[in-house]
């Protein structure tokens, strides 16, 4: 099994620019999470999926979207690129109920 | 709203000096929390969940503990490679979230 994986693994935009995070779990998880990570934050929570075709907000949903077409991925975009993007995403996925959520490597983001 | 406060911040032992690290936490009711270990530029890794006031797991160097307000990691011996981001999460009855704290980072010098 390779867990939960995150595509690419690094990218650089320019501020305006649009670009999509890809994120598959292949341990038939309903519940799957994006966070960010920034110094001094801690993880915060983007969006989150309780299922197939499901989306919900998080704490920081605020230009970003995301998209559950299939139980094994969800798909984190972002329509125009701003500085205050610059991040390391993760990706994260879990069972129903109060299980442990299982992480990816993460994506490190630059918005020049 | 839920609040995870981990200290400290950042902790420095040498090799073999036993030590703890907190996490207090202010949640409506108590799900679930989560202890995790970060290394740097990869992702979270899963240690323990607690459920439930006097629980306590183990696994080698480490032992997690709760109470109604904190948790405690408590590192025995610990060794270079103990060295991360200790991370703490809290998931309310209400729901499937977790709120983390900003974890505490542990540098264990041979």
Redesign the interface.
């Known amino acids: 099994n390779a867990g939960?994986t995150q595509t690419p693994k690094f990218r650089v935009l320019k501020t305006g620019q649009s670009m999509t995070l890809l994120c598959a779990q292949d341990m038939n998880h309903e519940?799957m999470?994006w966070y960010r990570q920034d110094p001094?934050?801690?993880?915060?929570?983007i969006h989150?999926s309780?299922g197939e075709g499901t989306t919900a907000k998080?704490e920081v949903p605020d230009g970003y979207n995301v998209s559950r077409l299939k139980k094994q991925n969800f798909l984190l975009g972002l329509e125009s690129a701003a500085p205050s993007q610059t991040s390391v995403y993760?990706c994260?996925s879990?069972l129903?109920?109060?299980?442990?959520?299982?992480?990816?490597?993460?994506t490190r983001l630059t918005v020049t | 709203e839920d609040q995870v406060t981990q200290s400290p911040e950042a902790l420095r032992l040498q090799e073999g000096e036993s030590s703890s690290l907190n996490c207090s936490y202010t949640v409506s009711g108590l799900r679930g929390l989560f202890w995790y270990r970060q290394d740097p530029g990869k992702g979270p890794e899963f240690l323990f969940t607690l459920y439930s006031a006097g629980e306590e797991k183990e696994k080698e160097r480490l032992k997690a503990t709760l109470t109604k307000k904190e948790s405690f990691l408590h590192i025995t011996a610990p060794k270079p490679e103990d060295s991360a981001t200790y991370l703490c999460a809290v998931q309310e009855t209400s729901g499937s979230r977790l709120t983390f704290g900003e974890g505490t980072q542990l540098t264990v010098n041979p």
């Open positions: 939960v519940y999470y001094g934050m801690g993880l915060r929570l989150y309780v998080g993760f994260a879990n129903a109920g109060p299980y442990e959520q299982y992480f990816g490597p993460g």
